[in-house]
């Protein structure tokens, strides 16, 4: 098998020595690790094409990887009930733009370009690429796909499904689907694209994308408001919309707690207000218009909701620079828990009219069920996206007998929450390995059992990325 691999790829494209494989093996956050024969790097569509081949011909599992920052387990190497031990595939070396479009509004890239070096190409010129998380530096494009990834600026321009033109993709059986003619209009059945789009690699292997690009925004104001309560920080989502509408690009809600953790550990975090507030609204309006007075919008709408009382104070950005801090206080968050403790992470999302409540709720349900632990929010509250997160200590953590089984009962006791708001319990983050039980849980019986007929029609063998999204499959 490796040397069938090494004809494939030559040496530059095969690491089997342990050194090498072990950031493969092991996930972004360091908690889940798994084994694989080898790690595979192509350099072309074809070369991915022929190595998926030799693993369906072989028995081989593929375990597809991006930049590995998932935070689902998605990308860890673990064959289970399909015995063999596969092969990590990884795209790093297909980074290539393919091409940008001005005009048409289109980016054709390969899989393996990191989201950072797309914005810096969308950048020169002239266009931009909307979609901004904190993992922007080492994500790729095929895994930002494979995970439907969200961030900051959905609430303008959604998520990577609303950001998908076209893909092409390795099938199981090593046959390439393209599908890159971009068009705006084409209504002919079926729009298989969307099937891999959130497929976390387990239909195929996405090698190349067309990316819809946007106009750049260099018109934009930031402010941050300080609330006492979400439920006011609903009340003024309602009102930047009446007077902003779509110039919304970014409506983010953040705890005290959460704050004050950044503060602790990140360098460099400089906050407008002495005091952290209870709960901090970090706003950006962008307009292609440079005439748009997007300050004295969000002087007006804030200072009416200052007067109204339902906020506590606010400020906004007096220059680029105090903009740039206000982000990366934002963006701090990640590095600042994993430096903290034992973070359980959930991604719920609810209707942005409930989160109020269902914050609330979720704080009763830990305080009752789980008193080691303080609540932490960050919340894309313009699409009611809640990174509702329990931080347990280290030394809590170590005295657990079975911590995965632990962390799965607090996430089920949260995902429960979500479910009587009619919410979700991934929102952006996806399944990966982590939350397939969940899936099968609370997922609609109809659509989980749709949902395997499509993979056992892609994936006959269960080769592709087995045990993610459907523990079940095969
Ligand atoms: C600091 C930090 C902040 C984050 N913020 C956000 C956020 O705001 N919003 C958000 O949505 N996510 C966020 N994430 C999660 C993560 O960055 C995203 O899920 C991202 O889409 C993963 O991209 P990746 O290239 O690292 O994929 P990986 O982690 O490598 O893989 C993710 C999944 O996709 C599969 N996959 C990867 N490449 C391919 C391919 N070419 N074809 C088929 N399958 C493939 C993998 O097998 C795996 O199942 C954050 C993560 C970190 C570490």
Redesign the pocket.
Known sequence: MLEALRSIVGDKGLITDQAGMEPYLV??RRRLRGTALAVVQPATTAEVSAVVALCAAEGQPV??????????F??VPISGRVGKPGIV?S?RRMNRIRGIDRAGGIATVD??VVLGDLHAAAAACGRQFPLH???EG???????????????GVVRYG??RDLVAGLE?VLADGRVLNDLAALRKDNTGYMLRHL?IG????L????GAALRLQPQVSNTAHAWAAAADPADAVALLAAMQDRAGSAIQAFELVSRSQFELVRKHAERARFPFAEIPAWSVLIELGSEDATTALSSILEEVLGAALQRGELLDAVIAASEQQAADFWHIR?SV??ANKKEGMSITHDVAVRSSDVAPFIAAADAVAATLFPEAYSEVVC?LGDGNVHYILMFTHDYWATLPDPEAFALTVERAIHDVAARFGGTFSA???V?RKLTEELERLADPLRYELMKKVKALFDPQNLM?PG?LLAKAG
Do not use: K, R, Y
Request: charged share 5%.
């Open positions: 996930d972004w375990f597809p990887v991006g930049g590995n920052t998932g935070l689902c998605g990308a595939l795209l899989a393996g998380l904190g993992s080492s994500a790729q494009i095929g895994g930002l796909i494979s995970t439907n990834a969200g961030g900051t998520p990577m993709v891999f497929a976390e690699g387990s195929g292997i996405v090698t963006h990640s590095e894309h952006e983050h996806g990966g990325n993610v």
